[in-house]
Each structure stands twice: as C-alpha cells, then as structure tokens.
C-alpha cells in the first residue's frame, strides 16, 4: 500500500470502480478502501483534496437502487479522508 498510497499521491485524478456484490462493494474493493486508514493518522501523507471519481456497476436496471448506499461511503469513507469526489457513475442494469 505505502507504493500505491504514493502513486495516488502523484496522481491527477483517482478513479475507483467496483461491482455491486449484496448491495455493496466487491471485497476487493473494500480491501483496498480499508488500506486508506493508514493515512488517516499519518504525518507525512494525506488524501487532501485529491479529486477521485467513483464509477459502480449493477446488474439492477435502476440506477437510484444504491444511491443512498453510494452516498453513504461518499460521507462515511471518502470525505472523511478528505478526497475530493467530483462524480459519481453509476452502469445500471450491466451484468
Ligand atoms: C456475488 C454477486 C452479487 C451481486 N449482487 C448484486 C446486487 O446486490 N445488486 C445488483 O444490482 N447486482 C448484483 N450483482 C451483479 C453485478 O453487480 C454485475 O454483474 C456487475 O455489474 C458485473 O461485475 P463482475 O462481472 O465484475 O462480477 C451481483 C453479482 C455477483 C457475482
């Protein structure tokens, strides 16, 4: 993690996709976010104001299904690292 938190720091921009698995992100996906907390009480790195877009697919053809869920770690994950989410995509009904 200490390379790919580097290589996110030196980025322009973070894409983050992932399947939607039981309403919620795959585990590999939730693998990696949890990697993050590291920063979090970190001197040296910092997620500040990096721009990160989220993209999620779904086999469910209504794309509002998990707009709360999408919301949820938006508040509780990726704002609390202070990442800076510019958008949000949803490909609805993509098995
Ligand atoms: C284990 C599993 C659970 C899934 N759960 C959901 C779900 O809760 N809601 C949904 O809309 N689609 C669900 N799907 C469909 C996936 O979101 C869809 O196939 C995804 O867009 C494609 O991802 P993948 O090909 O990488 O598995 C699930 C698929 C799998 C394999």
Known sequence: MNKLHNEIKNADYIIIGSPI???????????????????????????????????????????????SYAKHKVDHLYNFMNFNVVNTLIAAGIF
């Open 21 to 67: 698995y039981y309403g919620e992100v795959s585990s590999q996906t939730k693998l990696f976010t949890d990697r993050f907390y590291s920063v979090f009480n970190s001197k040296t790195k910092n997620f500040d104001d990096k721009k990160l877009i989220l993209v999620y697919t779904q086999g469910n053809p209504n794309p509002k299904t998990y707009e």
